[in-house]
């Protein structure tokens, strides 16, 4: 298991106080995790040393060129990916996904088809829906009132005008892990493009797009202790026969095919800190290794303090939750709740008062809250468990709960 009180001395943030003096309680880290100062100091140090544009003759711009290959190759690393040319970058995940619908919109005809999910963020349906306007027929798998996927409609939904799968690994309003190897095993004998929605997954869970065998995959991070950025994996060779929208200028091969202007190099390297951040959290002789032994501890940490939440939550009265239980570890550690009487915002409002960090609404999940039958009550209040949560901060959320 972590060494809780080791981890919790990385973040300044969470010495943060209220006028009562109650330490500040962040359970919002499915919007956004903290960052812990190596990340903070990897951002610092860069405009203090190496700030410059890339591909100069003089030093700074050196110490940049060294910086960005690092950030593709620690990421790569991270993904599970063949090498750092798999990764591009980008503002954040959703306009790398309208980067990607508009190179896609060159080559798809009137008729084919894309299947995407009632559980989604919106930043992995709406881009994709627009392809409407083309001709595209897009298909939608539904989401059971458990706040699982329906995974007979996607079989009846695949045929061979099925162009591309858009699907997310996780549900970032639900906490739902969707069956991804299923649908990847399902694609082999389909012509169509897989592209895997991976911004809630990566926090909590190792990810091997080898294994998975998809064709893209995005995240971000910020959620996962680092600064916004986006992430792009592209299967090799893909990439390089899109007609992304670029300059003339620029490189046009993978990575950099699809990026645009220059990007943020001090967000760079924190991003890349970040991994090396999660990676200090396990053993191993290289990166990889490293990763995969501290995702283990990360999961058993947050795992045991979700479900002791989620069972918490369940002994109210006043409350009930919302999506999957966690008697399968196949779950993210993000639990939403509804209270019998009070709005979300009203229950968010009084969190605050301990201050205790918790979000309220759809997330950008709107047809998933939709489905659910929630959105006029204004969607769920939405509590995410982090690497730096503790016990003493589930009880004292649950007596901030029961009191409401």
Known sequence: ???????????????????????????????????PNSVINAISNYYKTSNSNT?????????????????????????????????SIGHNMTTLSFSLVRAFSKIFKKNDEIIVTQLDHEANRGPWMSLKNYGIKINEIKLLKSGKLDYKDFESKINDKTRLVALGMSSNALGTINEFKKIGNILKNHKSF?????????PHFL???????????????????????????????ILDNLNTDRLIVQDQISPYRIETGTLNHAAC??????????????????????????????RKHEHSLASMLYNEINGLNNFKTVGLNFDSKQRAPTISIVHKKKDPKYV?????EFNICAWDGHFYAKKAIECMGLEKKGG??????????????????????SSI
């Open 55 to 87: 591909h100069g003759s003089f030093i700074t711009s050196n110490r940049t060129d060294v910086i960005m290959d690092e950030t593709r190759e620690n990421l790569s690393i991270f993904l599970g990916a063949q090498n750092k040319n798999s990764i």
């Open 380 to 401: 769920v209040t939405r509590l995410g468990i982090s690497i730096y949560n503790t016990k003493e901060e589930v009880k004292r959320t649950i007596r901030a709960l």
């Open 269 to 298: 390297a924190g991003a890349s800190e970040a991994v090396k951040f999660i990676a200090s959290f396990g053993k191993g002789k290289n990166l990889r290794t490293k990763l995969k032994n501290a995702y283990q501890n990360i």
């Open 1 to 35: 298991m972590v060494n809780i009180n080791k981890i919790r001395n990385h973040f300044p943030s969470l010495e943060i106080k209220n006028s009562r003096g109650e330490k500040i309680i962040y359970l919002d880290g499915p919007g956004g995790t903290q960052v």
């Open 207 to 237: 990810i091997d797009v080898k294994d998975i065998n998809c064709d893209f995959l995005l995240c971000s991070s910020y959620k996962f202790y680092g600064p916004h950025l986006g992430f792009l994996y592209s299967k090799p060779g």
């Open 194 to 202: 897989f592209l895997l929605d991976a911004v809630h997954y990566a």
């Open 348 to 352: 968010c409002n009084k969190l605050s």
